[in-house]
């Protein structure tokens, strides 16, 4: 079993800031591609930015510019910081683990942290 732990979620005022963290198991994550989606309330779930084991990385324009997303190799998780939210950055945001190798869509998911901008 996979453990995905997540943490960061809360209310900010528009404006704000915040970092969301995923944490897993060593021997995954050195591994993987590292992932945070979000879905709104009645919207589809959406990519919002990835991180690959070799440090490239890739942003939702709808992010670009006010998100920076990070691994830390020593402490098994990898980081995405937010500036500047927008009551449109509200949503559920889930972590994804995607181990080199994996085949198609099978990948390792969080239960998801609650985002909320909002005055």
């Known amino acids: 079993q996979v453990q995905v732990v997540e943490s960061g979620g809360g209310l900010v005022q528009p404006g704000g800031s915040l970092r969301l963290s995923c944490a897993t198991s060593?021997?995954?994550?050195?591994?993987?591609?590292m992932a945070w989606h979000r879905q709104a309330p009645g919207e589809q779930r959406e990519l919002v930015a990835y991180?690959?084991?070799?440090?490239?990385?890739y942003y939702a324009d709808s992010v670009k510019g006010r998100s920076t997303i990070a691994r830390d190799d020593t402490k098994n998780t990898m980081y995405l910081d937010m500036n500047n939210l927008k009551p449109e950055d509200t949503a559920v945001y889930y972590c994804?683990?995607?181990?080199?190798?994996?085949?198609?869509?099978?990948?390792?998911w969080g239960q998801g942290t609650q985002v909320t901008v909002s005055s």
């Open positions: 994804k683990i995607k181990p080199a190798g994996t085949m198609g869509a099978s990948a390792y």
């Open positions: 060593e021997s995954i994550f050195k591994i993987s591609t």
């Open positions: 991180i690959t084991s070799g440090g490239s990385t």
